[in-house]
């Protein structure tokens, strides 16, 4: 079982849907969430970083973490054309060394059609 | 502009041969990590360094070297050792690990194929 789990689409939705993207995972010593957006060719830039449960928001975007359930999700708003691309999770775990290394899901392709 | 540079954008390699990907940051960030990128795979960690001079290795280190001879720069080397070479790759940096847990920023990648 892979420490984090993903669905890889693609998310086919219209302009101005709302999106929802997930990621499950296994591994309770995670402690940071993050959200990345990857355009092809291109390399991940970061949309969210979140540590305790509960709700971020910044613009059209949400990030959710429910810690109890091991679950993590990233809301769009009023989705646009534009938006399409690559949506990766990743999570950080401290190693012994003091090394926060991240986990990544395999990613969510988002299409959103005019 | 600060960021991190990543070339060659598209890289052949030969069998047998050796080939270097330059990663470059301005942002004055101590930590910096090498990730391969597959389809339908996440990230895996290649190598990553904290700090000058000083590198340990990821999850699939064989058949890749690193150095980090500089605070800005560190390149990976794919040896010929390395037997399935195809892939993008991605460079990331880190600010100052001092300053509490921060996020990982990427540049642009390369793309090495095969010839």
């Known amino acids: 079982q892979k420490e984090v789990e993903q669905d890889p689409g693609p998310l086919s939705v219209p302009e101005g849907a709302i999106v929802s993207l997930n990621c499950t995972y296994s591994?309770?010593?995670?402690?940071?969430f993050m959200w990345y957006r990857q355009y092809s060719r291109k390399g991940p830039e970061l949309l969210m970083y979140t540590y305790s449960s509960g709700n971020k928001e910044d613009g059209r975007f949400t990030a959710q973490v429910d810690k109890s359930s091991k679950y993590i999700s990233l809301f769009i708003r009023d989705s646009q054309p534009s938006d399409s691309a690559t949506y990766l999770c990743a999570m950080s775990v401290a190693m012994n060394t003091g090394f926060q290394k991240l986990v990544f899901g395999t990613g969510t392709r988002l299409l959103v059609s005019p | 502009d600060g960021g991190i540079t990543q070339s060659p954008k598209y890289l052949f390699r030969k069998e047998g041969q050796n080939v270097t990907l330059s990663c470059e940051q301005n942002l004055n960030h101590d930590a910096m990590y090498w990730y391969r990128q597959d389809p339908g795979q996440g990230l895996r960690l290649i190598y990553y360094s904290q700090i000058v001079n000083d590198f340990q290795k990821g999850d699939i280190a064989e058949g890749y070297s690193v150095s980090r001879e500089k605070k800005e720069s560190f390149p990976l080397t794919v040896t010929s050792a390395q037997k399935n070479p195809t892939a993008f790759y991605l460079c990331?940096?880190?600010?100052?690990?001092?300053?509490?847990?921060?996020?990982?920023?990427f540049g642009d990648g390369t793309r090495l194929s095969i010839l």
């Open positions: 990331a940096s880190r600010v100052n690990r001092d300053m509490g847990n921060q996020p990982q920023h």
């Open positions: 591994n309770s010593a995670f402690q940071y």
